[in-house]
């Protein structure tokens, strides 16, 4: 089992940026990716960006991509997301995810949950 924790969220202007935090409470080889996703008010939950524990790897939505910025820190168990030039379009709830897949970003292939993070994003 691996419980997350986000923290970061909340409002901003747009062109503003925010940081999300999502702390895992191990670091386990039977879960090489963590992601980002997100879902807003009567919309499916949809991939923003993901990273394997190396580092090595990352992968973003189209949407966010030049935007957001992934990263990781394996000393405290960590994944942050940096979101820059924020866009009213991405205001929603903020989940971090972790997956027993290597480099995915199918919903379904994500196996643990955060509690998820309002992100809201004035025009």
């Known amino acids: 089992q691996v419980q997350l924790v986000e923290s970061g969220g909340g409002l901003v202007q747009a062109g503003g940026s925010l940081r999300l935090s999502c702390a895992a409470s191990?670091?386990?080889?039977?879960?090489?990716?963590m992601g980002w996703f997100r879902q807003a008010p009567g919309k499916e939950r949809e991939f923003v960006a993901a990273?394997?524990?190396?580092?090595?790897?990352?992968y973003y939505a189209d949407s966010v991509k030049g935007r957001f910025t992934i990263s990781i820190n394996n000393a405290e168990n960590t994944v942050s997301l940096q979101m820059n030039s924020l866009k009213p379009e991405d205001t929603a709830v903020y989940y971090c995810a972790a997956s027993t897949f290597t480099g995915t970003k199918r919903f379904s292939e994500y196996n643990y949950w955060g509690q998820g993070t309002q992100v809201t994003v004035s025009a």
């Open positions: 191990r670091r386990t080889f039977s879960v090489p990716t």
């Open positions: 990273i394997t524990w190396s580092g090595r790897s990352t």
